[in-house]
Nanobody, 113 residues
Framework: VQLQASGGGLVQAGGSLRLSCAASRSISSYFMGWYRQAPGKQRELVARRPPGGSADYADSVKGRFSISRDNAKNTVHLQMNSLKPEDTAVYYC?????????WGQGTQVTVSS
């Protein structure tokens, strides 16, 4: 699966961004997630939605971010509201199923104070 992330940019604190991830083929059987990596830090899970069921969120983004998936369009979105400077990072889209693990190229999100 090839993943293409988009939607990053520069936004002021308190603002919103919507990230999108387009997959090259069906994602219906994959766990779809968004991860982020800030400079000097390890990559961390932001949000993940299984093929069916509820999403999981990092504590730091609960109540502010929302992940959604459209299996018919092979896309995943991350709606980010009330952004904070500490949300600044490169955001990566991920598709996982068993031993299969695919990553997109990343999109930069910068939140200014």
């Amino acid at each position: 699966v090839q993943l293409q992330a988009s939607g990053g940019g520069l936004v002021q604190a308190g603002g919103s961004l919507r990230l999108s991830c387009a997959a090259s083929r069906s994602i219906s059987s994959y766990f779809m997630g968004w991860y982020r990596q800030a400079p000097g830090k390890q990559r961390e899970l932001v949000a993940r939605r299984p093929p069916g069921g509820s999403a999981d969120y990092a504590d730091s983004v609960k109540g502010r971010f929302s992940i959604s998936r459209d299996n018919a369009k092979n896309t995943v979105h991350l709606q980010m509201n009330s952004l904070k400077p500490e949300d600044t990072a490169v955001y990566y889209c991920n598709a996982a199923r068993g031993y299969l693990d695919f990553w997109g190229q990343g999109t930069q999100v910068t939140v200014s104070s």
